[in-house]
Nanobody
């Protein structure tokens, strides 16, 4: 079992920054990637960013490239999402997840088997 706890969401204005955290506990060693997804009302959950636990390689959706940065602290089993230059269209519930054992599908929801509870990010214009 893996437990994921997100924190750091909130209400900000356009152009502001936020940093989300995702603390992982349990059997995370079999997972290759930690990812961030988001889900806006009446929309599907979409990929935002992912990072390899082992290599630190990072991957981003085009919509956030250059504005968001994903990083990890292996000692703390924690992944961060630094979000800069936030836009109203970034408003969503943000979820972190861990990929299934040996899965490389870091940008697809079906590649993940554990999710956190989500944290709300609201960006006002």
């Amino acid at each position: 079992q893996v437990q994921l706890v997100e924190s750091g969401g909130g209400l900000v204005q356009a152009g502001d920054s936020l940093r989300l955290s995702c603390a992982a506990s349990g059997r995370t060693f079999s997972s290759y990637y930690m990812g961030w997804f988001r889900q806006a009302p009446r929309k599907d959950r979409e990929f935002v960013a992912a990072i390899s636990w082992q290599t630190g390689s990072t991957y981003y959706a085009d919509s956030v490239k250059g504005r968001f940065t994903v990083s990890r602290d292996n000692a703390k089993n924690t992944v961060y999402l630094q979000m800069n230059s936030l836009k109203p269209e970034d408003t969503a519930v943000y979820y972190c997840g861990t990929t299934r054992p040996r899965s490389s599908d870091y940008s697809k929801t079906w590649g993940y088997n554990y999710w956190g509870q989500g944290t709300q990010v609201t960006v006002s214009s």
